[in-house]
């Protein structure tokens, strides 16, 4: 079974500094893997998603991910950090039975300090 | 567009009491799907559905139904309420067919069953 696991609960960082939220994903066959932000009482919102190529992937916000499958892990990067960055992030994995179902890890609360 | 709507906010409910969830969204797409989102648990499938008519179940199912007669509303209800479904539900919707799809979500109902 497709599964994400993020081993951090919380993530604390200074304004400026770069971040590192962790992902690690267990799939069968090809990984389709997303992140999410959730603005406090929000919805969530895509941040990016890797299907092929590139191992690097840039998406919104300034935010990108990187792809690395032999240690399996879909780490989300941003070279200096906001306050408004602060939010919480969900890595996922595309269902192998749907291309629509995708399941969710546990988040990781960004916590960016003045 | 006004993309996923959800209604209500906010509700308060009895244990055994019904209520009914509602999603919409108006992009014309063919999977819409049901979450709840606990704390330290991410977002959990309830319900899904591939298109109009079709729905089935997901991670957590029990104390749920859904029904999809239109392309664009996909109701959660909840028959007889526990205070074990006291939860953020969350509605997404996205194209369904190949590739990977993006999913998008509403803003969220808060449910509180005491």
């Known amino acids: 079974a497709q599964s994400v696991a993020q081993p951090e609960d919380q993530v604390n960082v200074a304004e400026g500094n770069p971040l590192t939220v962790k992902c690690t994903y267990s799939?069968?066959?090809?990984?389709?893997l997303f992140w999410y932000v959730q603005y406090p009482n929000r919805g969530l919102q895509f941040l990016l998603k890797?299907?092929?190529?590139?191992?690097l992937v840039k998406g919104s916000y300034g935010f990108e991910a990187e792809f690395n499958k032999s240690q399996t892990s879909f780490h989300l990067k941003k070279p200096s950090a906001l306050v408004s960055d602060s939010a919480l992030y969900f890595c996922?994995?595309?269902?192998?039975?749907?291309?629509?179902?995708?399941?969710f890890g546990s988040g990781t609360r960004l916590s960016i300090r003045p | 567009n006004a993309g996923v709507t959800q209604t209500p906010k906010f509700q308060v409910l009895k244990t055994g009491q019904s209520m009914t969830l509602q999603c919409a969204q108006d992009?014309?797409?063919?999977?819409m799907s049901w979450y709840r989102q606990d704390p330290g648990m991410g977002l959990r499938l309830i319900h899904y559905?591939?298109?109009?008519?079709?729905?089935d179940q997901g991670e957590v199912p029990n104390g749920y139904n859904v029904s999809r007669s239109t392309t664009e509303d996909f109701p959660l209800r909840l028959l007889s309420a526990a205070p074990s479904q006291t939860s953020v539900y969350f509605c997404?919707?996205?194209?369904?067919?190949?590739?990977?799809?993006?999913?998008?979500f509403g803003p969220g109902t808060r449910l509180l069953v005491l």
């Open positions: 997404a919707s996205s194209y369904s067919g190949q590739g990977v799809r993006t999913q998008y």
């Open positions: 799939v069968s066959g090809n990984p389709y």
């Open positions: 890797y299907i092929t190529g590139d191992n």
């Open positions: 996922a994995v595309r269902d192998v039975s749907s291309a629509s179902k995708i399941i």
């Open positions: 992009m014309n797409h063919e999977y």
């Open positions: 559905s591939v298109g109009a008519g079709i729905t």
